[in-house]
């Protein structure tokens, strides 16, 4: 994890931030380890009826500029909603980091976005598997 977030931490750098936020729960680690090797403040969301939220006293100060931090971005959810709160809360998004971008390009936050590795995953139309997937049963597997 140190190395990863070192990485990450290399791309970030020049982005001016005060804060890493990292959403609960995949983004905790590497949202600690990269504001570690930043020198930078941590803070982290967590979920309060399935919406991310501040709480345990996390606060953000007008203009504080804040990079988001996420293991894995695959529709980037749960990144759009961390962006939302820094913007909520006042504070300005300096950039996002990744350590595996799995949106196949479709996720665009509007500011920089590092990541580490950019995954292409393919996807099917349910109604259209290719025949060896449409053998195996589908399995929702949770997170």
């Known amino acids: ?25 995949g983004g905790l680690v590497i949202g600690q380890e990269t504001a570690r090797q930043l020198g930078l403040r941590f ?6 009826d399935d919406r991310l939220a501040l709480r345990r006293g996390f606060k ?5 500029r804040v990079l988001v931090v996420e293991d ?11 962006l939302d709160i820094v913007r909520e809360h006042g504070g300005e998004v300096a950039g996002v980091g990744v350590v595996i971008d799995r949106s196949n390009g479709v996720f665009d936050p509007g500011v920089p976005l590092e990541r580490l590795v950019a995954v292409d995953v393919e996807t099917y139309d349910a109604a ?16």
């Open 60 to 64: 953000l100060e007008p203009g504080e």
């Open 128 to 143: 259209n598997l290719p025949s060896d997937l449409a053998a195996i049963e589908a399995v929702k597997p949770g997170s």
């Open 72 to 82: 894995v971005i695959t529709q980037g959810g749960r990144a759009r909603e961390a």
């Open 43 to 48: 803070i982290f969301a967590e979920k309060v």
């Open 1 to 25: 994890m140190e190395r990863l977030g070192m990485a990450l931490a290399d791309k970030l750098r020049g982005l001016g931030a005060a804060t890493v936020l990292a959403p609960a729960m």
